[in-house]
């Protein structure tokens, strides 16, 4: 299980400060959302954020390109030091040529699905990825409210994975991860929780990231 806190809400006025906070807290996955102004209205950051975090910190750089046409900038991404990259299913029409691309690196790769997105095609791919990022709100803005009928889609997810020999492809949730939707996401059978706001929201980052732990720990069925 494993608690990636989303850089998109720490404060970009002491954006290394930020994230050497969640690091000591013990984090060792740090999420990248990066956006293009295209296929999600904001645009965030560039590859040069990831290399300048990759010289800096040792930890697992998990790099979610929220990019129209991800294959035009993968390279960028793993060459600046990303561990993980993740492209959008609805970004291209190529997604099987982004995903070997992303896997060319030699680092993992992950097919991200919006919610209104089915799981179908999923056969298709599965062989070529580590992680399914299952959004569990519509990307493009930190700090919205989790969508529950996304947990259907984890419980999906999972057995079609299962079924079809690839269950050790881990299955990451996105949006909306806090004290109240963290244990259900577990249940449903996600193992890595990006959350943003209920990480970077709280002054005390230490205690939201300790008291995120718990709750994963104590959901039970
Ligand atoms: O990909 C994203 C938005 O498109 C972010 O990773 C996500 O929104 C995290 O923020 P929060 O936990 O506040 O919802
Ligand atoms: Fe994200």
Redesign the pocket.
């Known amino acids: 299980m494993q608690i990636a806190p989303?850089i998109?809400?720490a404060d970009f006025g002491k954006f290394a400060a930020e994230v050497e906070e969640v690091i000591e807290a013990g984090c060792d996955w740090i999420?990248v959302?990066v956006?293009d102004g295209q296929f999600?209205p904001n645009i965030t950051m560039g590859h040069q954020v990831v290399e300048a975090l990759r010289k800096r910190f040792d930890c697992t750089l998990d790099v979610?390109l929220?990019v129209a046409a991800p294959e035009r900038v993968i390279s960028a991404f793993a060459e600046a030091g990303a561990d993980v990259i993740t492209v959008h299913k609805e970004a291209t029409p190529h997604v099987h040529r982004a995903l070997e691309m992303v896997r060319s690196y030699g680092i993992q790769a992950g097919l991200a699905l919006n919610p209104g997105t089915a799981l179908d095609g999923l056969e298709y791919v599965d062989d070529l990825i580590d992680l399914l990022l299952i959004?569990t709100?519509n990307?493009?803005?930190?700090?919205?409210s989790f969508i529950p009928a996304t947990l259907n889609k984890i419980r999906d997810a999972r057995e079609r994975l299962v079924k079809a020999n690839r269950g050790n492809v881990r299955i990451e949730v996105?949006?909306?991860?806090?004290l109240h939707t963290i244990g259900d996401a577990k249940l449903a059978g996600a193992e890595i929780f990006?959350?943003?706001?209920?990480v970077f929201?709280e002054t005390d980052r230490k205690a939201a990231i300790a008291a995120l732990e718990r709750a994963l720990h104590e959901a039970q069925a």
């Open positions: 989303s998109l809400s999420h959302d956006m999600v979610h929220m959004m709100v990307p493009g803005f930190g700090g919205q996105d949006g909306g991860i806090n990006v959350a943003g706001s209920a929201g």
